[in-house]
């Protein structure tokens, strides 16, 4: 039991450790306005100098604060062009609202396009889940069940196509493809 107790001890001291943002390396190393640059190209807002600073503490190490703001600065002057935005909204990254409104905009027109491909994607999987059980013979009532199921999801997947179609020609996106998925 007490080797069991050791073992749990190590992981979760190891988990810990592992969710520390910068490593003993990076402390020490100090590269303070590269660690800010490279945090404001991923768009991370300023308060992420705070887990810096508590992750390095740990190992002795002082956060150069004016280096990394400085650093973080530049990295959000190019992570906030305007013709990024609708891109990284439909690669589906996540917003920490550090850029203007307009950028936040267009970002949110990206990222409801992606929302809504997963939604139109998880409706056709259920979709041909029901076509599937409908092929491996199911009884007559479940048949009738399954059939109702699948009519609700056929018309909620003609309507998430539409909405695709409406924002993706709205944001200058080309539809094609989008009809095949009728």
């Known amino acids: 039991m007490k ?3 050791l073992i749990f001890i190590f992981l979760l001291s190891t988990l810990i450790s592992s969710c520390a943002s910068l490593s003993k390396e990076e402390c020490t190393l100090g590269d303070w306005e590269g660690i800010g640059n490279s945090d404001g190209l991923k768009g991370l807002p300023r308060k992420t100098l705070s887990k810096h600073q508590k992750a390095c503490s740990e190992y002795g190490v002082t956060v150069e604060k004016t280096s ?3 650093g973080h600065k530049s990295g959000l002057k190019s992570y906030c062009k305007e013709e990024n935005a609708f891109q990284k909204g ?9 850029c203007s409104s307009k950028f936040a905009k267009k970002f949110n027109e ?4 992606f929302t809504l491909s997963n939604e139109l994607s998880s409706v056709q999987r259920e979709i041909e889940g029901y076509e599937d059980q ?3 013979g199911v009884n007559r009532e479940q048949r009738k069940v ?7 999801l056929k018309k909620r997947e003609k309507i998430l196509i539409a909405k695709l179609v409406y924002l993706k020609s709205k944001n200058g996106q080309g539809v094609e ?6």
């Open 177 to 182: 493809g989008v009809f095949d998925l009728l």
């Open 3 to 5: 080797i069991l107790n």
């Open 68 to 70: 990394y703001l400085s």
């Open 110 to 113: 990206g990222k409801k396009i």
């Open 134 to 136: 409908l092929d491996n």
């Open 90 to 98: 439909l690669n589906g990254e996540r917003y920490y609202n550090v």
């Open 146 to 152: 399954i059939r109702r199921e699948m009519r609700d």
